[in-house]
């Protein structure tokens, strides 16, 4: 959630380094500063909250150094004040560091250096690795460099800057994402990717454990123990444009709007003469046959989607799935062994909770499977299987399209299990392929007429709670678009399993309460119907969301929403469109920073 960016080479550091920052800001942040060496001295700014304050800070005054690292800090040790954000320098302003992570054992270094006389200015535990390479400082950049990794504990992506070494920024990695973009005399350093892509769509991709020696034109890599490192170049492939809003007046609704090709983009690579493939799976019966246990981890939004993924897979596979919040299942002793497959779901490939869990299941000897948006992420890199959704870049803190293409990815992974372990046959498998084909059209149908959504939208967003009901699948769909609407507009919001709401949550459906009621799965019909009936009796304004050809709805409810017909598996990927334009639409009505909503950051890689 905090961004890096650095840069060396011919021009004005400052000017890459705030553009950097800037399309770094939708990872979420709470202070921002920049440190450029400029020869006789190390210009450093900094500012607490947007990026704006520091610009406005710099205004008259920029710097004119071609060296320079600049970062957008989450507060996690300390709160958020320019002293406490980087870049940190040791007692004399030698050395200057940026950092994202967390160093686990700063408080034991504190009082070592402290001791050895040296003086703290922050309350974070990044300063500490700025003193310590004062400390092991003798000469030689990267021998010091190479001597702090070797004391620090945690995570991180670490940028080092020397006033005594003008020619170059070295980079370390554990568990952090790091970039090294390749430019015409100069060289940039980022912990995204779109920070660089207007620059450079060469770029080298660090691993756990690489330490990168960057000057203007060269880049070399050593490992912690010195010794070199060949690295391939990383081709990217997004345009700058992709990462840009396109028109639109905020990335999620952009985001929203490309669900149909981020949907098609995933499932094209699969169907290959109308079965499913996974050829970097390349699973057997008897691979499956060895699993006996199945688990899917995952946060937020991830999580919501591995609801519906254990939908999937128990109703094609016929083995039993479990989903766990990654924070929970790694804490709780899983019982996982070399006969479990576990599933870790996440889109940026770089959540902690998730590469966590990921690596205590490792641990542990499970079979890993990554499904993640971020090829090269941690994640990915971790994981014994990988399998790609093709959303493209999400900007927005709000997950709209990571969410369908990681649904329509899990189905068709269930349907690729089962027709390894023949728990489908060949004409279901089929008709259901025939579906899956038709869901990107779908979407964009169901996107197509945004008028009463927005009306709707008016009226609940001056609503201080909204309950979301459903049964089956409808639940788990009610879950991600309560989250959607919490996040974005602050509006209390609510998903309730609807057979549930008698043993309780019934007591706070009284006249005016808003109900946005699911019911799109044709099993439980009926039953859902009633549980309607009993919120509408109570003088709830409901709003239900249907298939079309549902004739019953509209007889009960004012306000209905449809979404195209198809088998009750795939309906989650129409039914939460309306649900995420709603959640934009009551954001919009009460004025929230959409794309930036108040104490999230879009990827969340601190415990
Ligand atoms: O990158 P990940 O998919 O691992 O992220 C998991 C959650 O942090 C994320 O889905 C979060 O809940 C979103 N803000 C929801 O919109």
């Given at each position: 959630m905090c961004g890096i960016v650095g840069y060396i080479g011919g021009k004005r550091a400052i000017d890459f380094l705030l553009d950097g920052l800037t399309k770094l800001?939708?990872?979420?942040?709470?202070s921002a500063g920049v440190a450029v060496n400029c020869g006789d001295n190390i210009f450093v700014e900094k500012a607490v909250g947007r990026l704006d304050s520091l610009k406005q800070k710099l205004k008259n005054n920029l710097p004119l150094g071609n060296i320079g690292i600049g970062h957008t800090r989450w507060a996690?040790?300390?709160?958020?004040s320019d002293t406490n954000a980087h870049p940190h320098s040791d007692c004399h302003g030698k050395f200057f560091v940026v950092h994202n992570g967390i160093i686990e054992n700063y408080l034991k270094l504190k009082q070592d250096l402290t001791a050895k006389g040296h003086k703290f200015i922050?309350?974070?535990?990044?300063e500490v690795v700025a003193h310590l390479l004062e400390e092991s400082y003798h000469g030689d950049f990267l021998l010091a460099v190479r001597d702090v990794i070797s004391k620090i504990e945690g995570s991180y992506s670490l940028v080092f800057m020397s006033k005594e070494n003008p020619d170059v920024l070295i980079c370390a990695k554990q568990d952090n994402p790091l970039v090294v973009g390749i430019g015409e005399n100069e060289n940039f350093v980022a912990s995204d990717i779109p920070a660089i892509i207007s620059y450079t769509r060469k770029t080298y991709i660090l691993n756990d454990g690489e330490i990168a020696i960057v000057q203007k034109d060269s880049v070399q890599f050593v490992n912690r123990q010195g010794l070199p490192i060949n690295k391939k170049i990383f081709n990217v492939t997004w345009n700058a444009a992709a990462a840009?809003?396109?028109?639109?007046?905020?990335f999620m609704l952009k985001e929203i709007h490309e669900q149909p090709k981020a949907v098609r983009n995933t499932i094209s690579p699969h169907i290959k003469n109308n079965s499913i493939h996974f050829d970097e799976l390349n699973w057997n019966a008897d691979f499956l046959k060895n699993i006996d246990k199945i688990y899917i981890v995952a946060c937020g939004t991830a999580y919501h989607a591995g609801l519906v993924g254990k939908f999937y897979i128990e109703k094609l596979v016929r083995k039993l799935v479990e989903v766990d919040l990654a924070s929970e299942f790694r804490y709780?002793?899983?019982?996982?062994?070399?006969n479990t497959l576990v599933i870790v779901v996440s889109?940026?490939?770089?959540?902690s909770d998730t590469l966590a869990a990921l690596k205590e299941s490792k641990r542990l000897g499970a079979k890993t499977l990554a499904v993640t948006?971020?090829?090269?992420?941690s994640i990915a890199r971790e994981a014994e299987f990988v399998i790609h959704t093709a959303?493209?870049?999400?900007?927005?803190?709000?997950s709209t399209k990571a969410y369908t293409t990681q649904l329509i990815l899990m189905f068709m992974l269930a349907l690729y299990m089962a027709q390894i372990s023949k728990t489908v046959s060949d004409s279901d498998a089929e008709r259901l392929i025939e579906q899956l084909k038709k869901i990107p059209a779908q979407i964009s149908e169901t996107l197509s007429d945004v008028e009463p959504i927005k009306t709707f939208a008016q009226i609940y967003?001056?609503?201080d709670d909204v309950f979301y009901i459903g049964r089956s699948l409808d639940y788990c769909v009610a879950l991600e678009g309560a989250l959607k609407l919490k996040e974005i507009s602050y509006i209390h919001a609510e998903a309730y399993a609807?057979?549930?709401?008698?043993?309780?949550?019934?007591?706070?459906?009284?006249?005016?309460v808003p109900v946005i009621a699911l019911a799109t799965q044709k099993s439980v019909y009926e039953k859902t119907l009633s549980n309607i009936k009993e919120v509408k009796a109570r003088d709830a304004i409901v709003i239900g969301i249907a298939a079309e050809?549902?004739?019953?709805l509209s007889n009960y409810l004012d306000h209905v929403i449809f979404v195209p017909e198809t088998d009750e598996l795939l309906i989650p990927l129409l039914a939460v469109v309306p649900l995420q334009l709603l959640a934009y639409y009551a954001a919009i009505t009460r004025g929230c920073d959409v794309d930036k909503p108040r104490n999230l950051a879009k990827s969340v890689t601190v415990e």
């Amino acid at each position: 959630m905090c961004g890096i960016v650095g840069y060396i080479g011919g021009k004005r550091a400052i000017d890459f380094l705030l553009d950097g920052l800037t399309k770094l800001e939708y990872r979420g942040y709470d202070s921002a500063g920049v440190a450029v060496n400029c020869g006789d001295n190390i210009f450093v700014e900094k500012a607490v909250g947007r990026l704006d304050s520091l610009k406005q800070k710099l205004k008259n005054n920029l710097p004119l150094g071609n060296i320079g690292i600049g970062h957008t800090r989450w507060a996690t040790h300390g709160r958020p004040s320019d002293t406490n954000a980087h870049p940190h320098s040791d007692c004399h302003g030698k050395f200057f560091v940026v950092h994202n992570g967390i160093i686990e054992n700063y408080l034991k270094l504190k009082q070592d250096l402290t001791a050895k006389g040296h003086k703290f200015i922050s309350d974070t535990d990044t300063e500490v690795v700025a003193h310590l390479l004062e400390e092991s400082y003798h000469g030689d950049f990267l021998l010091a460099v190479r001597d702090v990794i070797s004391k620090i504990e945690g995570s991180y992506s670490l940028v080092f800057m020397s006033k005594e070494n003008p020619d170059v920024l070295i980079c370390a990695k554990q568990d952090n994402p790091l970039v090294v973009g390749i430019g015409e005399n100069e060289n940039f350093v980022a912990s995204d990717i779109p920070a660089i892509i207007s620059y450079t769509r060469k770029t080298y991709i660090l691993n756990d454990g690489e330490i990168a020696i960057v000057q203007k034109d060269s880049v070399q890599f050593v490992n912690r123990q010195g010794l070199p490192i060949n690295k391939k170049i990383f081709n990217v492939t997004w345009n700058a444009a992709a990462a840009e809003k396109g028109g639109y007046e905020h990335f999620m609704l952009k985001e929203i709007h490309e669900q149909p090709k981020a949907v098609r983009n995933t499932i094209s690579p699969h169907i290959k003469n109308n079965s499913i493939h996974f050829d970097e799976l390349n699973w057997n019966a008897d691979f499956l046959k060895n699993i006996d246990k199945i688990y899917i981890v995952a946060c937020g939004t991830a999580y919501h989607a591995g609801l519906v993924g254990k939908f999937y897979i128990e109703k094609l596979v016929r083995k039993l799935v479990e989903v766990d919040l990654a924070s929970e299942f790694r804490y709780r002793a899983p019982i996982v062994d070399e006969n479990t497959l576990v599933i870790v779901v996440s889109q940026s490939g770089e959540t902690s909770d998730t590469l966590a869990a990921l690596k205590e299941s490792k641990r542990l000897g499970a079979k890993t499977l990554a499904v993640t948006n971020v090829v090269g992420s941690s994640i990915a890199r971790e994981a014994e299987f990988v399998i790609h959704t093709a959303a493209g870049p999400e900007i927005a803190v709000a997950s709209t399209k990571a969410y369908t293409t990681q649904l329509i990815l899990m189905f068709m992974l269930a349907l690729y299990m089962a027709q390894i372990s023949k728990t489908v046959s060949d004409s279901d498998a089929e008709r259901l392929i025939e579906q899956l084909k038709k869901i990107p059209a779908q979407i964009s149908e169901t996107l197509s007429d945004v008028e009463p959504i927005k009306t709707f939208a008016q009226i609940y967003g001056f609503n201080d709670d909204v309950f979301y009901i459903g049964r089956s699948l409808d639940y788990c769909v009610a879950l991600e678009g309560a989250l959607k609407l919490k996040e974005i507009s602050y509006i209390h919001a609510e998903a309730y399993a609807a057979g549930e709401l008698k043993h309780g949550t019934l007591a706070l459906i009284v006249e005016g309460v808003p109900v946005i009621a699911l019911a799109t799965q044709k099993s439980v019909y009926e039953k859902t119907l009633s549980n309607i009936k009993e919120v509408k009796a109570r003088d709830a304004i409901v709003i239900g969301i249907a298939a079309e050809g549902d004739t019953s709805l509209s007889n009960y409810l004012d306000h209905v929403i449809f979404v195209p017909e198809t088998d009750e598996l795939l309906i989650p990927l129409l039914a939460v469109v309306p649900l995420q334009l709603l959640a934009y639409y009551a954001a919009i009505t009460r004025g929230c920073d959409v794309d930036k909503p108040r104490n999230l950051a879009k990827s969340v890689t601190v415990e």
